[in-house]
């Protein structure tokens, strides 16, 4: 069983084809902040340049679990990550 901190930090976003979705990482750039200027929320962005990285790992574990997520889920706002 693999601990949270081999947590790839592509495995952030399930599905890269869905529309953004307030409270979870969402793929796409463009439509992200085309949904957070239509409906004035925050854009939050993450960006990484590689998965092999002990702190990206690290910031993928820590943001699927505990009050971070719990945080994401309330905020209501918009979670982009790239690399």
Same mark, same amino acid.
């Given at each position: 069983?693999?601990?949270?901190?081999?947590?790839?930090?592509?495995?952030?976003? %399930?599905?890269?084809?869905? %529309?953004?979705?307030?409270? /979870?990482?969402?793929?796409?750039?463009? /439509?992200?902040? %085309?949904?957070?200027?239509?409906?004035?929320?925050?854009?939050?962005?993450?960006?990484?340049?590689?998965?092999?990285?002990?702190?990206?790992?690290?910031?993928? /574990?820590?943001?699927?679990?505990?009050?971070? %997520?719990?945080?994401? /889920?309330?905020?209501?706002?918009i979670?982009?990550?790239?690399?």
């Amino acid at each position: 069983m693999a601990k949270s901190t081999d947590t790839p930090v592509k495995d952030l976003i %399930k599905n890269r084809k869905a %529309k953004p979705t307030p409270g /979870a990482w969402c793929a796409g750039f463009a /439509a992200c902040k %085309k949904y957070a200027i239509n409906n004035n929320i925050p854009l939050i962005t993450a960006v990484v340049s590689s998965d092999g990285c002990g702190y990206c790992k690290r910031f993928a /574990a820590a943001s699927t679990e505990g009050k971070f %997520k719990t945080w994401m /889920a309330e905020a209501g706002y918009i979670f982009w990550f790239g690399s």
